[in-house]
């Protein structure tokens, strides 16, 4: 099996990835294929939950994100959207500057909204103050951004990356339940694909020192699992099965047509890291592939 590094390498002698800053990258050829099929197969795997697809916006009201106490919780993650100043006189400065790409990073207006370090976000707040009559399950998809400073590392950890969700809301049990059929559902798809996988319970990286309680009833409660796929000798958590409970629900008040707030829960692939994996342990040259992808390939590009 080879490691991150080595994919890497191969697949930048190949052409087929680039990087315009640490942690944001491009692909193309074959290897470019093998996302969009293995994004192909994950959206597949959770069809059977019946989710309503969504195209949801690029950016997140920074309302949002106070409203699901993010800001308490992973600032450190947090990237931000901003254009530059309306003002004539900076306009002016960063047109004539001799360093006009310098010129610009000051001359930021203030953030107006986030680039969403999560998709399922959208989903909450779509159903903000609202009564769900049912369950309701949303498959949604789209760039998250986080941005982990040294640890950055193309394909293994992007500041930004591809996320599938499904997202679902309802009553405890239903959104339980939920959870625990994605995560069964994906370990079965990585050994399929001959990949070394194994299921962790796991917390969330919480900021505030004030957080460490809820990390604690996180692990505890066992509310997060995460899907470990081997990549040379180390593992990455290329999926995550989270069991919010009413967290969410009492957050942006959504309530259940029986009384009380929605319980939620999300099943969440990193489409990257998934590609990453296949790539170690399978080869950059598609010949070498499991035969679902390079089926998929052809059908996804057809």
Same mark, same amino acid.
């Given at each position: 099996?080879?490691?991150?590094?080595?994919?890497?390498?191969?697949?930048?002698?190949?052409?087929?990835?680039?990087?315009?800053?640490?942690?944001?990258?491009?692909?193309?050829?074959?290897?470019?294929?093998?996302?969009?099929?293995?994004?192909?197969?994950?959206?597949?795997?959770? =069809? @059977?939950?019946? %989710?309503?697809?969504?195209?949801?916006?690029?950016?997140? $009201?920074?309302?949002? !994100? #106070?409203? +699901?106490?993010?800001?308490?919780?992973?600032?450190?993650?947090?990237?931000?959207?901003?254009?530059?100043?309306?003002?004539?006189?900076?306009?002016?400065?960063?047109?004539?500057?001799?360093?006009?790409?310098?010129?610009?990073?000051?001359?930021?207006?203030?953030?107006?909204?986030?680039?969403?370090?999560?998709?399922?976000?959208?989903?909450?707040?779509?159903?903000?103050?609202?009564?769900?009559?049912?369950?309701?399950?949303?498959?949604?998809?789209?760039?998250?951004?986080?941005?982990?400073?040294?640890?950055?590392?193309?394909?293994?950890?992007?500041?930004?990356?591809?996320?599938?969700?499904?997202?679902? =809301? @309802?009553?405890? %049990?239903?959104?339980?339940?939920?959870?625990?059929?994605? $995560?069964?559902?994906? !370990? #079965?798809? +990585?050994?399929?694909?001959?990949?070394?996988?194994?299921?962790?319970?796991?917390?969330?990286?919480?900021?505030?020192?004030?957080?460490?309680?809820?990390?604690?009833?996180?692990?505890?409660?066992?509310?997060?699992?995460?899907?470990?796929?081997?990549?040379?000798?180390?593992?990455?958590?290329?999926?995550?099965?989270?069991?919010?409970?009413?967290?969410?629900?009492?957050?942006?008040?959504?309530?259940?047509?029986?009384?009380?707030?929605?319980?939620?829960?999300?099943?969440?692939?990193?489409?990257?890291?998934?590609?990453?994996?296949?790539?170690?342990?399978?080869?950059?040259?598609?010949?070498?592939?499991?035969?679902?992808?390079?089926?998929?390939?052809?059908?996804?590009?057809?």
């Amino acid at each position: 099996m080879r490691d991150a590094e080595r994919v890497v390498a191969e697949l930048r002698a190949r052409g087929e990835l680039w990087e315009v800053a640490p942690g944001v990258t491009g692909l193309r050829g074959d290897a470019l294929a093998l996302q969009r099929a293995i994004t192909h197969a994950l959206a597949t795997l959770d =069809a @059977g939950e019946g %989710a309503e697809e969504w195209c949801v916006p690029p950016a997140l $009201a920074l309302d949002t !994100l #106070a409203r +699901a106490e993010y800001f308490a919780s992973f600032p450190q993650w947090l990237t931000v959207a901003a254009h530059l100043s309306e003002d004539a006189g900076e306009l002016e400065r960063v047109a004539r500057s001799a360093c006009p790409a310098e010129a610009a990073r000051t001359a930021a207006a203030p953030a107006s909204a986030a680039l969403p370090p999560a998709v399922c976000y959208h989903v909450y707040a779509a159903l903000a103050d609202s009564t769900i009559p049912r369950c309701r399950v949303v498959g949604v998809q789209g760039t998250c951004w986080r941005h982990e400073g040294a640890r950055l590392r193309p394909l293994a950890r992007g500041w930004a990356f591809t996320m599938r969700e499904v997202v679902c =809301a @309802g009553a405890d %049990a239903d959104v339980a339940a939920f959870r625990d059929r994605g $995560a069964v559902r994906a !370990l #079965a798809f +990585a050994r399929s694909l001959g990949l070394r996988a194994r299921l962790e319970a796991a917390t969330d990286p919480f900021y505030a020192p004030t957080a460490r309680g809820r990390a604690l009833l996180q692990r505890v409660k066992g509310l997060k699992q995460e899907l470990l796929l081997g990549v040379g000798a180390e593992e990455l958590a290329a999926s995550s099965f989270n069991l919010h409970e009413r967290f969410f629900g009492d957050a942006f008040a959504i309530q259940l047509a029986s009384g009380g707030a929605a319980a939620t829960a999300c099943v969440a692939h990193g489409v990257e890291r998934w590609t990453l994996a296949v790539l170690a342990a399978h080869g950059c040259d598609r010949r070498g592939w499991p035969p679902i992808f390079t089926s998929l390939t052809r059908e996804v590009a057809a």
